[in-house]
């Protein structure tokens, strides 16, 4: 397995950090064909061939994923996707 790992810090309350998770889940469900559900500040990624979590704490926004064989030639992609979203959300890095 090929991994993303990607943290962003913030500033924002905990209504607005995870307003900022859900709008980045939507872009990359709609994107990559990825579906997502909660688990209290937690937010579950899945489909075929990746899986991982972003994880809503009060200063920072964490995503992981470990993309499996088919997608390994898109993790550059779909990880400057997600560094694009987090810093247009966030601020930047």
Not at 8 to 13: F, G, K, N, V
Not at 38 to 59: I, N, Q
Request: a negative charge; hydrophobic letters at 35%.
């Amino acid at each position: 397995m090929s991994s993303i790992d990607v943290r962003r810090s913030h500033t924002l309350d905990h209504d607005h950090a995870r307003e900022a998770a859900e709008t980045l889940a939507r872009d990359l469900s709609r994107q990559f064909d990825v579906d997502y559900e909660w688990d209290g500040d937690v937010m579950r990624f899945k489909r075929s061939g990746v899986k991982g979590h972003l994880d809503v704490a009060p200063d920072s926004l964490h995503v992981h994923l470990e993309l499996g064989l088919m997608l390994r030639p898109f993790k550059s992609r779909i990880e400057q996707e997600i560094k694009s979203q987090l810093d247009r959300l966030t601020g930047p890095a």
